[in-house]
Antibody, heavy 126, light 108 residues
Framework: EVQLVESGGGLVKPGGSLRLSCTSS????????MTWVRQAPGKGLEWVGR??????????DYAAPVKGRFTISRDDSKNTLYLQMSSLKTEDTAVYYC?????????????????WGQGTTVTVSS | DIQLTQSPSFLSASVGDRVTITCRAS??????LAWYQQKPGKAPKLLIY????LQSGVPSRFGGRGSGTAEFTLTISSLQPEDFATYYC?????????FGGGTKVEIK
């Protein structure tokens, strides 16, 4: 069974740091492009960023609100994706989901994000 | 960044109703659009990709249409009790990927 399990969420003060993890199983993680999506309380979905596979250069892209503060990385030996968050702000409070990137952005055929974790909650508050 | 405008933001309907949700893109995205369903406390679930292709396992009462900068639509032909949820469109034309604001479908 394909599965993603996030962990590492919690309460952190503004300006603090936190590292989220996403452990995968049931598919070849090293070939996958991986994405973080977040959802603030009562709000919609927001794409946070993506990391390509090592084969494709491990390139990262980030949404403007988190660029320079968040870093996505991966450890293929552990089938694990990470999101290192620093200089946290209250507006970073959200449920953070990891999901697979379909690798087909802007191309045909074009697929959606079909595997999601259950999410981990990050609360930034003093 | 590509903006997606979703409407309505809230929809009240009865079991058996036909409902349509609309998503408009700020620029051309070909058919690079997906639709997701999200229930409270759960992760989003992919329903449709490439604007009109049903994800495996999704009931055929769900349908999608649209292309380019035209109106994209998600239609539920006969609303079932398990369909009451929030629905999001997402463009997969270019990074940063963006989502519509969501449509909450509630029981009338």
């Amino acid at each position: 069974e394909v599965q993603l399990v996030e962990s590492g969420g919690g309460l952190v003060k503004p300006g603090g740091s936190l590292r989220l993890s996403c452990t995968s199983s049931g598919f070849t993680f090293s070939n996958a492009w991986m994405t973080w999506v977040r959802q603030a309380p009562g709000k919609g979905l927001e794409w946070v960023g993506r990391i390509k596979s090592k084969t494709d250069g491990e390139t990262t892209d980030y949404a403007a609100p988190v660029k320079g503060r968040f870093t996505i990385s991966r450890d293929d030996s552990k089938n694990t994706l990470y999101l290192q968050m620093s200089s946290l702000k209250t507006e970073d409070t959200a449920v953070y989901y990891c999901t697979t990137d379909p690798k087909t952005v802007g191309t045909t055929p074009n697929y959606g994000m079909d595997v999601w974790g259950q999410g981990t909650t990050v609360t930034v508050s003093s | 960044d590509i903006q997606l405008t979703q409407s309505p933001s809230f929809l009240s309907a009865s079991v058996g109703d036909r409902v349509t949700i609309t998503c408009r893109a700020s620029e051309g995205i070909s058919n690079y659009l997906a639709w997701y369903q999200q229930k409270p406390g759960k992760a989003p679930k992919l329903l449709i990709y490439a604007a009109s292709t049903l994800q495996s396992g999704v009931p055929s009462r769900f349908g999608g249409r649209g292309s380019g900068t035209a109106e994209f639509t998600l239609t539920i032909s006969s609303l079932q009790p398990e369909d009451f949820a929030t629905y999001y469109c997402q463009q997969l034309s270019s990074y940063p990927l963006t989502f519509g604001g969501g449509t909450k479908v509630e029981i009338k």
